[in-house]
């Protein structure tokens, strides 16, 4: 454990390295950052008639569109989101609910607007039908069905860019519509020594050649899997400019602008803008996001609430994916 760099705030982009920092000290360096995005199948939009997802999108125009792009004679559904414990906590952020309070001393998953997101989840499925079941997919992933044409929507991470550059038809992305405010997830991976290492000077080096290194980084642009974690406009530059999807910019939104030190700073809190929502796994933040657009509108770089108060909760948040795990199952079984 060692105390904050000041100088690697400057190398880092923040948002990933204040994702391992807690309390002015540093508990690792950040290799990679990511996030999810809306995917759509842009063929089938315009099959339908309907217009692409904006940046006013909220959950009523997601329904609304989705019912309309749905045949399930054909085997094309709608959307897809996971039925996760991850994907509820962003789900309930995006209804201004959070999972645990913001002391983080007080559980808060009975709030109306939790379970009202939750409802929302599984209504995809069981009321609105704009989902597949579990059966209905017959094994085959989200991703899949995506690329098969049999997805109008879909709630994934930008690490399936490549996965979907040869699908047979255009795609684009957009962030997620929102209920009463707009919330997307942020993951960073890192890399720590032990305090234990017997050769610490040694791992240390390793581990800031790992993170840091402009090769290693260029590499992971190519790969366009994940985003280097490096603050180096030149390389965001260069992703960038990868197609598909044309709005990778949209990546960007509420995350602070690429390259820009400033994009993790303090913003003034949205009124009504609710608890933060709880994160967790890969280091994952999930913040609400003020103007965000869908690659042509809004602020790219500002943040919906006060990004003071967007902190990293304790592992053990991961125990209510049982919970949630169970209400869907019973949910299921009630309905079939």
Request: proline letters at 5%.
């Amino acid at each position: 454990m060692a105390e904050a760099d000041p100088a690697a705030v400057e190398k880092f982009y923040p948002l990933a390295y204040k994702a391992f920092s807690l309390d002015g000290k540093q508990y690792g360096l950040p290799e990679s950052f990511s996030n999810v995005v809306l995917y759509y199948n842009k063929d089938l939009f315009d099959a339908a008639g309907v217009e692409y997802p904006t940046a006013d999108w909220t959950w009523q125009e997601e329904l609304d569109a989705a019912q309309k792009l749905t045949n399930a004679e054909a085997g094309v559904w709608g959307e897809f989101s996971p039925v996760q414990f991850w994907e509820f906590y962003k789900t309930v952020a995006q209804n201004g609910c959070s999972v645990l309070s913001a002391d983080r001393t007080e559980v808060t998953i009975n709030q109306p607007g939790c379970v009202e997101a939750l409802t929302w989840m599984i209504d995809k499925i069981n009321t609105y039908h704009i989902s597949p079941t579990d059966a209905e997919m017959a094994g085959v992933s989200d991703g899949d069905l995506f690329k098969q044409g049999k997805l109008a929507m879909l709630r994934t991470g930008i690490w399936m860019f490549s996965g979907f550059a040869d699908a047979p038809f255009q795609w684009d992305i957009a962030l997620e519509p929102g209920n009463t405010q707009k919330a997307h997830h942020f993951f960073s991976n890192g890399v720590a020594v032990s305090a234990d290492s017997k050769n610490p000077e040694a791992a240390y080096k390793w581990a800031e050649f790992f993170t840091g290194s402009p090769e290693a980084a260029k590499i992971r642009v190519a790969s366009s899997w994940e985003l280097p974690a490096l603050n180096d406009q030149a390389l965001f530059d260069e992703w960038l400019a990868i197609e598909p999807p044309a709005s990778r910019e949209v990546v960007f939104a509420g995350a602070g602008q690429p390259g820009d030190a400033a994009g993790d700073r303090e913003a003034e809190p949205d009124a009504g803008c609710g608890e933060p929502a709880a994160g967790t796994g890969q280091e994952r933040r999930d913040h609400p996001a003020r103007g965000a657009g869908s690659g042509q509108d809004g602020d790219r770089g500002a943040l919906g609430c006060d990004q003071g108060r967007i902190t990293n909760y304790e592992l053990r948040i991961r125990d209510l994916a049982h919970t949630l795990q169970g209400l869907h199952r019973r949910i299921r079984d009630r309905n079939s």
